[in-house]
């Protein structure tokens, strides 16, 4: 297969975007891993290690409503390799801060660069990939968070006691420049669900992504990612913090025990794309909504677990409620609205689950000071998040027509 056909081939383009996708999750895992280490370099207290997770992903929901638009009118591809090299560097950027002021705005300066990757990618799937296998390709670009979970801990793990975490960082940033040049090189897709075409999409209607906050399937959407990601993002956040403190394991234990739920994610974000795509008729909001109050529950009982084993069992059941979740929550918007704005309501949707990135660890921060070292009352707090994921999908109008009559405009004649 030579170059052009390589990058023209709707596999490749999704291997590249899983590759993508896989770096630029390495990052926000691994420094759940090494800020044990960093507290301790920069003496942190619980509140600004809290501020430190978060700040991340203030920049990177700046970036996701700019960045789907720049990929609806742009193109997604010039959004991706721009947001890939930009996140690069101040991952690189990372192993050389002094202070807790430098390594704050580091972090947020890495947020804004990788702001624009997932609308972009998201964009790329909805352009490239036929509506019926959409969701099967964003789960596999989504499972990617999870190769991503199986790799980051015991790599972390490793290259902290080995090197330190000022150089793991920067051993990253390499495979991110690598990524960069593979899509400047070989990401050159003819794309299109009418056939190939010279240009890589239509640009949106005028007035369509106004109407995209007036719709209630992204409104709906918007509001359960946002309380998905505050579970998500506060679990993944604290969970190594907890694993070490609260149980008392050393690094290397925790990062090899983390792969097992890890693993388990990989598996179940493959197994519910394919089985998204054959659910019609609305059905995905009772999927949602009990897949909300089953991360609740599991969330619950691994906190409260007697044993390591105990919680470590609990913690690889929750990516069965986690995959049912994500897939739905990103790939309703590429099956029920037009192509054209397809970048542009990702990003909209994502903002939820990326302003939850920055509110969850700092609010959990808080909350552990405040109960002066104990998890019970942040526990409470992302159970409760779960009844509002279910509340979210239960108001839930899924289904084309829900976007015609809202928003005549933006919609394309029927295929």
Known sequence: MNKLAFGQNPKMILLLLFAGNLFSALDRFVINYGIVHISDDLQLSASSTGLILSIFFLGYAIMQIPGGWMADRFGARIVLIVSVFSFTIFTSLTGLAWSFVSLLVIRFMFG???????PAGAKMIAVSIAEEKRSRAMSLFLSALTVAGVISPILAATLLVSIGWRMMFGIIGIFGFTI????????????????????????PVKGSFIKLFKTPLVLSLMVASFAYGFISWGVMSWMPTYLVQERGLNLISMGLLQMIPAIASVAFYIIAGYVLDKVKGGREKWIGGFSGLGLALFVYLMFHAETVTGVIIYQSIIPIFSAALSTIIFSLPLKYLPEAIGGSAVGVVNLGMQVAGFIAPLTIGFVI???????????????????????AFMTLKSGRENFISENPQTIPAVK
């Open 112 to 118: 804004l660069g990788e702001g624009s990757f997932f």
């Open 180 to 203: 960069g040049l593979l899509y400047l090189f070989f990401l050159k897709p003819r794309v299109g669900s009418q056939g190939p075409r010279e240009v890589e999409t239509e640009v």
């Open 369 to 391: 000071d405040a109960f002066d070292g104990s998890f019970n009352g942040a526990v409470w707090l992302l159970v409760s998040f779960g009844v509002v994921c279910f509340i």
